[in-house]
C-alpha cells in the first residue's frame, strides 16, 4: 500500500457514513492500490418489476459509481465528487448480493478516472463502468 492508502476498516467507515450508502448496505471486501471489492447486500427495495424480479439499472450504476470513488478514496484518503459516470448493461441482476471490483485508471491532481465491474452472486458479469472524478484539493 502506497503512504497513502487507507484501511479497510477506515474505507468501510467512510463508505456507511451517509445514510444513501447505508441503505445500499455496503460491506468492503478488500482495499489496496491495486483497487477495491465491495459487496451490496441485497434489498427487496431494489426490484423494478415484480413479476422478473430484476434490479433496477440505477442501483447498479450508483454502485458502480461508489466503488469507483473508493477506489479512488483508498489512495486519496476521503470519497470524491463524481463528474462523469458511463454505465454499460451487461444482464439483468437478479435477487442477492451484488459484488463490485473497482480499481483506479488514472490518478490526476486536479481529475482521476477509475472503473468497476459489477457481479451478481453467481460471480457473473451484470453491469460495468468508469467514472470521472474531481481528486483536486477541498478548498
Not at 422478473?52 to 465528487?81: E, F, K
Amino acid at each position: 500500500m502506497s503512504e497513502h492508502a487507507i484501511s479497510i476498516e477506515k474505507l468501510q467507515e467512510l463508505i456507511t457514513r451517509g445514510p444513501f450508502n447505508q441503505w445500499l448496505n455496503f460491506t468492503v471486501l478488500k482495499a489496496g492500490d491495486d483497487g477495491v471489492e465491495i459487496k451490496a447486500g441485497w434489498r427487496e427495495e431494489w426490484v423494478v418489476n415484480p413479476e422478473r424480479r430484476y434490479t433496477h439499472g440505477g442501483i447498479l450504476a450508483a454502485i458502480i459509481d461508489v466503488a469507483a470513488d473508493y477506489a479512488i478514496a483508498a489512495r486519496v484518503g476521503r470519497p470524491v465528487p463524481t463528474i462523469d459516470l458511463r454505465v454499460d448493461y451487461h444482464k439483468a441482476a437478479m435477487p442477492g448480493d451484488l459484488t463490485a471490483r473497482a480499481r483506479v485508471v488514472r490518478m490526476g491532481s486536479q481529475y482521476s478516472t477509475a472503473e468497476a465491474s459489477l457481479y451478481d452472486k453467481d460471480g457473473e458479469l451484470v453491469a460495468s463502468g468508469r467514472g470521472t472524478y474531481l481528486t483536486a484539493s477541498p478548498k
